[in-house]
């Protein structure tokens, strides 16, 4: 995942062929939406390879670090949600892969870095971000909360609705399924997210990942024109 915020992989471009890509797009009037990862960075980027150097350095809150795993969450790609690392002596938290750990947004120093992440990018033009499981950023492990957690509303606008970012366009990649949580997170006053997808469809014809579930379609049907409608509704399309 990512290992630096304000850079562009080699193998797809540079930040001059960025900035390019933002003028020609401007010039044809297309808008740009960059890819926001703020849940969970690369094991490789610079904040978690000084954390888990020890428990007292600048960035040693920036992830969720204790002693025994403190729930007995699992990992979207299998096994538990939590890794001992032998350098720290301690488990971190990585709701996906263990070379994603999770960001500790309970940290006001993290929330002030991925602050600067979207100034940087809304700086060189950018017209807004497709926010990766954004839902996740705020968690309370003492109730066992993994997403949507009591601070969701406070840490997303915050993000997107100080006077340098609320005229960005967001979308969230969020697995909210439930409709005034949906509505909550994309209401206009709140200044939170401009829209999101819904993924409940997906669920259709499977039992977790890869087993397959028969179902009809017209199940598929109804979930899809319930959410339309609820876009419709409350102006989200």
């Known amino acids: 995942d990512i290992s630096d915020y304000m850079d ?3 193998e797809i471009g540079s930040m001059e062929s960025i900035k390019r890509l933002i003028a020609e797009a401007h010039n044809r009037d297309i808008k740009i939406l960059m890819d926001l990862v703020a849940n969970h960075t690369s094991a490789e980027h610079k904040w978690f390879k000084e954390s888990k150097k020890s428990k007292d350095n600048p960035y040693s809150d920036y992830y969720y670090w204790y002693d025994e795993p403190q729930t007995d969450w699992q990992s979207m790609w299998g ?4 890794e001992y690392c032998e350098e720290r002596k301690q488990y971190y938290l990585h709701h996906y892969d263990v070379t994603m750990p999770d960001l500790n947004w309970d940290n006001p120093k993290v929330r002030e870095e991925i602050n600067r992440v979207v100034d940087f990018w809304a700086s060189l033009g950018v017209d807004g971000f497709r926010c990766d499981v954004i839902h996740e950023i705020s968690k309370d492990l003492k109730n066992n909360i993994m997403s949507m957690g009591p601070h969701i509303h406070e840490y997303i606008n915050g993000l997107f609705g100080r006077p340098e970012t609320d005229h960005l366009f967001t979308v969230g990649e969020c697995w909210v399924w439930n409709e005034q949580s949906f ?3 994309t209401k206009e006053e709140g200044k939170e997210l401009s829209t999101m997808f819904q993924f409940q469809h997906i669920t259709f014809g499977r039992d977790g990942k890869h087993t397959p579930k028969p179902q009809k ?9 319930h959410w339309q409608h609820v876009s419709y509704e409350n102006d989200l399309l």
């Open 8 to 10: 562009i992989e080699p």
């Open 79 to 82: 096994g538990s949600a939590w």
């Open 183 to 185: 509505c909550n997170l």
């Open 217 to 225: 379609l017209a199940e598929l049907r109804d979930v899809l024109v």
